[in-house]
């Protein structure tokens, strides 16, 4: 990336909605999105390489240098009251995130932030968030990562320490569960959701019904990809 940010800038991959939020406890309910570049890690199945992969993408053309006041006007004339702030990793910006979020929680809304759970929250952050959706990457979704820098264990207990943080796990099968059963015994995470990795329909109702008795035994609550299961891989849904 060669942009240069002033204090009042974000590196934006796309902003889009009104939809739904297609995950986690919010399924279902309609907002926007605000979709930031640059990622601190590298899964092999992530959906969004657009927002760090140089090596497959020109991040500089994909990506959009948005003042915090053009993305509050454009966020607070939308008709929903929820704004879901992703990535990339949003917390590799999070100094500068501090003002939107706290400028979208003037006007009453509410905002999700998704996160891999690498990088601490800043504390005027996690004053005007309403969640942290927190998505550890297990060894399966980011192959060739080694387990230090895909789980940080003290930020991990910050989040959930924080009382304003959700887990969610991107399974492909059902021995992924162990390893989330470890990670949140490891950690006192909680609460804890898990979801099929996939793309398409297909996949996603095939490993939920793999999944979800077994991730029912063990505690953890279940969702899906509900947007892909309505628009596919569509890129802005
Ligand atoms: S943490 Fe998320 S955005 Fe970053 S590479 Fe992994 S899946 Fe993609």
């Not at 309910?29 to 990622?39: Q, Y």
């Not at 006041?69 to 100094?95: K, Y």
């Not at 809304?109 to 504390?123: C, D, K, R, S, Y």
């Not at 793999?210 to 299961?229: M, N, Q, S, Y």
Request: charged share 20%; hydrophobic share 45%; with cysteine.
């Amino acid at each position: 990336m060669t942009v240069t940010l002033a204090t009042d800038e974000l590196f934006v991959a796309e902003k889009f909605g009104p939809t739904v939020q297609g995950e986690g406890p919010s399924i279902g309910r309609r907002a926007v999105f605000i979709r930031l570049m640059n990622c601190n890690l590298t899964c092999r199945n992530c959906d969004t390489p657009y927002t760090w992969d140089s090596a497959r993408f020109d991040l500089d053309a994909e990506g959009t240098v948005a003042s915090i006041s053009d993305l509050l006007a454009w966020a607070t004339v939308q008709p929903v009251d929820l704004v879901v702030i992703t990535g990339g990793e949003p917390l590799m910006q999070q100094r500068r995130l501090i003002a939107l979020v706290q400028g979208l929680a003037d006007a009453g809304l509410q905002v999700e932030i998704e996160t891999n759970g690498t990088i601490a929250p800043a504390a005027d952050l996690l004053a005007s968030v309403t969640r942290f959706n927190v998505s550890p990457k297990l060894s399966s979704f980011g192959a060739g990562m080694p387990s230090s820098k895909r789980i940080k264990g003290r930020v991990l207990g910050d989040f959930a320490a924080s009382g304003r943080a959700v887990f969610k796990f991107v399974v492909s099968s059902t021995a992924d569960l162990d390893e989330v059963t470890g990670l949140v015994a490891d950690h006192d995470l909680a609460p804890v959701y898990v979801m099929p990795e996939g793309r398409t329909a297909e996949e996603i109702t095939r490993r939920l019904a793999e999944i979800a008795d077994p991730a029912i035994e063990r505690g953890f609550h279940l969702t899906t990809r509900l947007h892909v299961l309505t628009w596919g891989d569509q890129r802005g849904r």
